[in-house]
């Protein structure tokens, strides 16, 4: 076999060190998540000029959208797999329901409460689908359901200001949409 043949990545390989890579990028205004598990990473492809990542940014005046996209380029050209395109794709608009399930359980451990599931069982348009109606919302302290809401907005606008009433510590919900 010839040596120079042997080193050469294959398009899966360099598909799989780029999700990996972009694994480790993290939402800037909850750093617990990657951008993956936070469903705004929606697709990465090789052409012949090299990687395109296609991000959904969670809402179009989103602030932290151009971090993120300079994050992606600078973690994946970090890892040798530049040169990097990213390509904002606004439709499907976001989705909650793009959150992965671990992250989920990591905006849970960060404090924050995540999004309820959609219902499926309502229909099969993601964006019309309505959402299962919670009893109450738990806390991610210490997950009392006796809980109030105290603003619709919090530190963003995706996101509303909650207090438990039984530990008395204030959280922020990750508010589905």
């Known amino acids: ?22 694994d480790t990028v993290l939402d800037p205004e909850v750093p617990v998540v990657s951008v993956r598990e936070l469903g705004i990473l929606r ?4 052409n012949e000029r090299g990687l395109i990542v296609v991000l959904t940014p969670t809402y179009s005046g989103c602030p932290a959208t151009e971090l993120i996209e300079s994050s ?5 050209v970090a890892a040798g797999l ?6 904002m794709q606004r439709a499907p608009a976001w989705t909650t329901d793009w959150i992965t399930s671990e992250g989920r359980r990591k905006l849970r451990e960060y404090g924050i409460a995540p999004p309820g599931p959609a219902d499926a069982s309502q229909g099969v348009t993601m ?9 109450a919302l738990a806390c991610p302290h ?27 510590e204030p959280f922020e919900h990750f508010k589905p949409i």
């Not at 697709?43 to 090789?46: I, L, T």
């Not at 992606?72 to 994946?76: D, G, K, M, S, Y």
């Not at 530049?82 to 390509?87: F, I, L, N, R």
């Open 1 to 22: 076999m010839n040596a120079v043949a042997d080193q050469v990545e294959t398009t899966d390989e360099r598909l799989a060190r780029a999700w990996a890579v972009l």
């Open 43 to 46: 697709d990465v492809r090789v």
């Open 72 to 76: 992606v380029v600078e973690a994946l």
């Open 82 to 87: 530049g040169p990097v395109q990213v390509q």
């Open 127 to 135: 964006r019309f689908i309505p959402r299962i109606k919670a009893t």
């Open 142 to 168: 210490c997950e009392s359901t006796n809980t109030e809401r105290l603003s619709a907005f919090g530190s963003t606008a995706c996101k509303a200001t909650y207090r438990c009433l039984a530990c008395g």
